[in-house]
């Protein structure tokens, strides 16, 4: 009979590397939508899932402006007064250059309150300054100690459905860590996208660039951050040990 233990051997061995490996990127998550708080997809097939998003972390831009404000030069600063930040201890700060807000009238969906997800807010969306709205947006996080992480973008999407189908990369440098380029896709009609990625262990800022590569004259934008854990490789190294005792026992 073939044996199945190897090949479980060689999954759970990559899950081990992978935990302290360069930028590692998931799937769009288009499913979650305004349920960040409590039934959250948390990048599907990923090894850690408590159904929410930002476990550890997270800034909301825009959030605390009233609804259907519009600011052509904001402070996009987590520390500014128009966030809603609550930043991880592995995180000292995320920084940007200033930005333009719009803080939504539901068009550009709604996200649940943290510690109160029973009550819905509008997602504001923080853009580039280009009047167009093709230029770059860039986020420079500065890392307080060299843990690896899980980045979530919440990106408000759709507007009424006008821009679905807009393509907006995500260029994600991390220094002596790696780099990756991706893309964002299809946008909800309106609603919340997600995209995530695990930034492995390393000092150097992490730097986020967001530009639309789509021709449907969206802007390019996101509405927050999300911060979560990644399993440390000595806990993984745990899960190897326990699989690999499972695998022999399932093999006699």
């Given at each position: 009979m073939k044996s199945k233990v190897f090949p479980g051997i060689l999954?759970?061995?990559?899950?081990?590397?992978?935990?302290?490996?360069?930028?590692?990127?998931?799937?769009?998550?288009m499913a979650t939508d305004s349920n960040w708080r409590t039934v959250a997809n948390e990048a599907p097939g990923v090894l850690v899932d408590?159904?929410?998003?930002?476990?550890?972390?997270?800034?909301?831009?825009?959030?605390?402006?009233?609804a259907g404000q519009y600011y052509g030069a904001y402070d996009a600063g987590s520390g500014a007064s128009g966030q809603n930040t609550s930043l991880p201890s592995?995180?000292?700060?995320v920084a940007m250059t200033t930005g333009r807000l719009w803080s939504g009238n539901g068009n550009y969906g709604y996200l649940e309150t943290p510690?109160?997800?029973?009550?819905?807010?509008?997602?504001?969306?923080?853009?580039?300054?280009?009047?167009?709205?093709r230029g770059a947006l860039t986020l420079t996080i500065h890392r307080q100690t060299?843990?690896?992480?899980?980045?979530?973008?919440?990106?408000?999407?759709?507007?009424?459905?006008?821009?679905?189908?807009?393509?907006?990369?995500?260029?994600?440098?991390a220094g002596g860590v790696g780099s990756l380029t991706a893309t964002q896709t299809g946008l909800p009609v309106v609603g919340i996208a997600y995209k995530s990625f695990d930034?492995?262990?390393?000092?150097?800022?992490?730097?986020?660039?967001?530009?639309?590569?789509?021709?449907?004259?969206?802007?390019?934008?996101?509405?927050?951050?999300?911060?979560?854990?990644?399993?440390?490789?000595?806990?993984?190294?745990?899960?190897?040990?326990?699989g690999l005792g499972f695998l022999f026992r399932r093999r006699r």
């Open positions: 999954g759970l061995c990559l899950a081990v590397n992978l935990a302290g490996a360069a930028v590692i990127e998931y799937a769009d998550d408590d159904g929410m998003y930002g476990t550890d972390g997270y800034v909301l831009y825009g959030w605390n402006i009233p592995y995180i000292s700060d510690g109160d997800p029973a009550t819905l807010q509008q997602a504001a969306v923080l853009l580039t300054t280009v009047d167009d709205g060299d843990q690896a992480f899980r980045l979530t973008l919440i990106v408000g999407g759709g507007d009424g459905g006008s821009k679905v189908g807009a393509v907006q990369s995500v260029d994600i440098d930034i492995g262990a390393g000092t150097d800022d992490v730097t986020v660039t967001l530009a639309v590569t789509g021709d449907l004259g969206e802007n390019t934008h996101i509405t927050g951050l999300a911060f979560d854990a990644v399993p440390e490789p000595a806990t993984m190294g745990l899960l190897v040990i326990g």
